[in-house]
């Protein structure tokens, strides 16, 4: 008799395998890691190497002390949760304060849930959040970017662009005062990345080629990145015609903070997303307006990892709702 065989999500079919995928992964975030070493130097090596090897020593750990299950370090699982987590922090973040977000992250993220397929979480994005809200001054510390060939990155610190923005608004400024103000980097510099932010927010053409890199061996699909991005410059654009001086246009939007790493690389996330076509479009669509709501209205600047994990938190009932018709069930017309 032979036996069918039942494990936790994700359940893909054909030659892929969670390693498969998982190193697919990483080897398209490459590219942005580059930029940002180039940029913020010798910090981000430090950054991303203490995120990634905490994360897989954590993981080993509670599965060889708490959970006694498999080992799974070698999924490349932990090393991603590593590196989007180093990607959502400021290169000058101290040490200590990486190891406890990457503990948080596989800990509570991910192993308290049974580990991998079973998180409804982002775990990097828990683990973020979850910084960002117990270490808030060391978090919103942004170092500026300075070429490698410079040498280390020095101290000095300033506002993200759209911190510039938040701020300048706040202080009574038009739109069109804060984008042209000296302190805030032009159209290029948002491209190639030339500006203060987390490690992930170095480059928009980096990303944009890791998108393209995962869609081609077909790691992801287009619905969620194009329904997020094209949520985001509609709402956005709406509000940008309706008063250009009071709101941002939505190539801003696209271009500042963790949207497009969002977007690409944390809201396709295969566990904590929903399984069927229309449901990731809607998934898609919530982390669009919600990020937008935050950034207009919220109190931080940035709105992409509350909106993810707010979404992911929807993704049961999504899934519940957006079922597809069972084969073989009638139904009926009329």
């Known amino acids: 008799m032979s036996l069918l065989t039942i494990s936790a999500s994700p359940h893909v079919h054909g030659d892929f395998s969670t390693k498969k995928i998982m190193w697919g992964v990483v080897y398209a975030l490459i590219p942005a890691l580059l930029v940002s070493i180039y940029y913020f130097g010798i910090d981000a090596l430090r ?22 299950g498999g080992e799974t370090i070698s999924d490349g699982s932990a090393v991603i ?27 509570i993220g991910k192993m308290s849930y049974g580990g991998l397929g079973k998180n409804p979480f982002n775990p990097a994005l828990v683990g973020r959040v979850f910084m960002l ?13 300075k070429p ?9 610190t300033g506002p993200t662009a759209l911190g510039l923005l938040k701020e300048g608004l706040g202080a009574g400024k038009t739109v069109t005062e804060i984008l042209n103000s000296p302190e805030m980097p032009d159209i290029n510099h948002l491209i190639i990345g030339n500006m203060g932010g987390s490690l992930g927010e170095a480059s928009a053409i980096a990303l944009v080629l890791g998108g393209i890199y995962m869609l081609w061996k077909k790691i992801i699909t287009w619905e969620i990145p194009v329904s997020i991005l094209v949520t985001v410059a509609l709402f956005s654009g709406l509000f940008w015609l309706i008063d250009p001086e009071q709101y941002a246009n939505p190539l801003f939007h696209i271009l500042t903070g ?39 209205w919220g109190a931080y600047p940035e709105g992409v990892s509350f909106a993810i994990l707010i979404m992911n938190a929807t993704v049961p009932l999504i899934n519940n709702t957006m079922k597809p018709t ?6 009926k017309h009329g």
Do not use: C, H
């Not at 809200?133 to 970017?145: A, E, K, R």
């Not at 690389?265 to 935050?294: E, K, Y």
């Not at 069972?326 to 139904?331: A, I, P, Q, T, Y």
């Open 258 to 296: 963790g949207l497009l790493i969002g977007a690409i690389f944390m809201a396709t996330d295969m566990v904590s997303s929903p399984m069927t076509r229309n449901g990731q479009l809607i998934f898609g669509v919530g982390i669009g307006l919600l990020t937008i709501i935050i950034r207009i």
């Open 81 to 107: 949760t590593g590196l989007l987590l180093a990607f959502n922090v400021p290169a000058n973040l101290p040490w200590w304060i990486v190891v406890i977000g990457s503990l948080v992250a596989i800990g």
């Open 133 to 145: 809200i117990s270490f808030p001054v060391q978090m919103t510390s942004w170092p500026t970017p």
């Open 47 to 68: 950054v991303v190497f203490l995120a990634v090897a905490s994360s897989l020593f954590f993981e080993w750990a509670i599965q060889k002390y708490l959970i006694k």
């Open 148 to 156: 490698i060939v410079d040498g280390l990155v020095d101290g000095i």
């Open 326 to 331: 069972r084969f073989g069930k009638e139904v």
